[in-house]
């Protein structure tokens, strides 16, 4: 960035240099690509544990929690602390929150089921305008944040709009704090106010995997929806909006929407598009030659075009052999040949399992390939991994763990697998104090299996009628 334009220095110039920051230090866990995201940062496990520690966490009852990858922590921990959590549909298209209450008895992995997206979509209770819940807490995700706390996200401005209907069905009020988890390459020491307009909203304390932040003094945060910043296209997305928009005028407010649709954060694409023309059937040097312009006494003379070359047509070599006196030959031949071939490949994807372990207690930041590095530096090599790391487990898969000569009842040594397995470690964890992978036996399995979230959420359920 170039500091002597100053219009170079926008929002989104902020948020470029923090993820291509991110990103060439690789600072981010799963998704990898965290452009028009809020980065899933390495270390939100470590912030969401800062988090709950402090007293205004302690002291809330119900907190609103956006539903980005790296707030996903929060949402576990804040359920498992007995907190009744909220949380915006994606987008705002269908209705505003959704609203999920802890149950004593579900186990971990139910809670890491629940707080997913899907299972979010599948458990929680949706909130109307009517509602008269009163949230004590808003934990929001951010791209990038200022110590006087200023704040960035991913440009598209729905967690402005939801703290503003928020204020407006007086779920919350000025009085409420916001909170933020990031990475600490995510704070910087200074944002132009000049970027901010009256409906950004503020943070009041700042969490990262090493530090709190209170911010001091707070800044004044939106009293409200704007609805002069609001265009009809927004209106029409978000039926939310169009309900309270009746609200107000029922109520005798005059509402004015903005004239022109001319947001620059939501809809770049927009107002930057440059319409291309479209491609020309032949290339440019064919068609300079073909179809040249001459200027002549003021008109323009258009040359005839010169047509492409007549294709021919070329019998396939496959039908020029059917005519052949071999063909029947050939093709018994190519026949035997091919199924050959498919035997051979089964032969070699098939792969004997002697023996398998199952490793369980995976934190869900964890990915594969912290699995195999870790795995490496023990010196475990196994044939197969089935990964299942949404369920927090995995199956490693060993073969020719026996001599060829020794005889087929001879025990399967793995007493050396199972002992550089001990106390092992992947990445981060919230799950448990000593934060070590459990390793077990476990039968081979021959497939990756996929969650069957309906199940978790059905236990929730009884779970949940069991404790009323």
């Keep these: 960035m170039t500091e002597n334009l100053p219009e170079e220095v926008t929002k989104s110039s902020f948020r470029r240099k923090v993820w291509d920051y991110m990103m060439k230090n690789e600072l981010v866990n799963f998704p990898v690509s965290i452009y028009k995201r809020i980065p899933n940062f390495k270390g939100a496990a470590e912030a969401a544990q800062r988090l709950i520690e402090l007293d205004e966490f302690k002291k809330a009852r119900v907190i609103k929690i956006n539903p980005d990858k790296p707030q996903e922590p929060v949402r576990f921990l804040a359920l498992q602390a007995n907190k009744e959590i909220i949380v ?9 929150f959704l609203h999920v209450t802890p149950v004593a008895s579900a186990t971990k992995e139910q809670l890491k089921t629940l707080v997913s997206t899907r299972g979010l979509e599948q458990a929680g209770k949706p909130l109307g305008l009517d509602s008269n819940i009163k949230v004590d807490l808003v934990v929001l995700g951010s791209v990038c944040v200022s110590r006087d706390g200023y704040r960035l996200g991913k440009g598209e401005g729905f967690a402005d709009l939801e703290f503003a209907m928020m204020m407006r069905m007086g779920t919350i009020t000025e009085n409420t704090l916001v909170v933020t988890t990031v990475h600490d390459c995510q704070i910087v020491d200074h944002l132009p106010p000049q970027l901010f307009k009256e409906y950004d909203v503020p943070v009041d304390i700042i969490v990262t995997p090493t530090q709190t932040i209170y911010v001091e003094p707070r800044l004044k945060k939106p009293s409200g929806i704007l609805w002069h910043m609001l265009s009809e296209r927004r209106l029409k997305t978000m039926q939310v ?19 022109v649709d001319s947001d620059v954060e939501t809809r770049p694409y927009i107002k930057n598009r440059v319409k291309y023309p479209k491609k020309k059937r032949f290339s440019t040097k064919r068609d300079a030659s073909n179809t040249e312009n001459i200027v002549e006494g003021g008109k323009d003379k258009v040359d005839k075009p010169r047509f492409p070359r007549r294709r021919t047509y070329k019998k396939p070599k496959a039908e020029e052999e059917s005519n052949s006196p071999n063909a029947e030959t050939k093709v018994e031949n190519n026949t035997k040949n091919a199924s050959r071939r498919r035997k051979n490949l089964r032969a070699k994807t098939k792969t004997h399992i002697d023996f398998s372990l199952k490793l369980s207690n995976i ?20 044939s197969e991994i089935t990964w299942q790391g949404y369920r927090g487990i995995c199956y490693l898969h060993f073969s020719k763990l026996r001599s060829e000569a020794a005889p087929p009842d001879q025990p399967v040594q793995v007493d050396s697998i199972v002992a550089n397995l001990q106390q092992l470690r992947i990445g981060e964890s919230v799950n448990d104090e000593d934060g070590f ?20 959420l059905n236990v929730y359920q009884e779970l949940s009628t069991s404790n009323v």
């Excluded at 390939?369 to 196994?382: E, M, S, T």
């Excluded at 992978?437 to 978790?456: F, G």
């Design 88 to 96: 915006p549909i994606p987008r705002l298209r269908t209705g505003l």
């Design 241 to 259: 909006l169009q309900q309270l928009k009746e609200m107000d005028e029922k109520d005798g407010k005059i509402v004015v929407l903005k004239e």
């Design 363 to 382: 934190s869900s930041g964890v990915r594969v390939r912290d699995l195999k590095n870790a795995l490496l530096l023990r010196g475990v090599k196994p």
């Design 437 to 456: 992978i459990y390793v077990e036996p476990a039968k081979p399995i021959s497939r990756i299996e996929v969650t069957d979230v309906t199940t978790v």
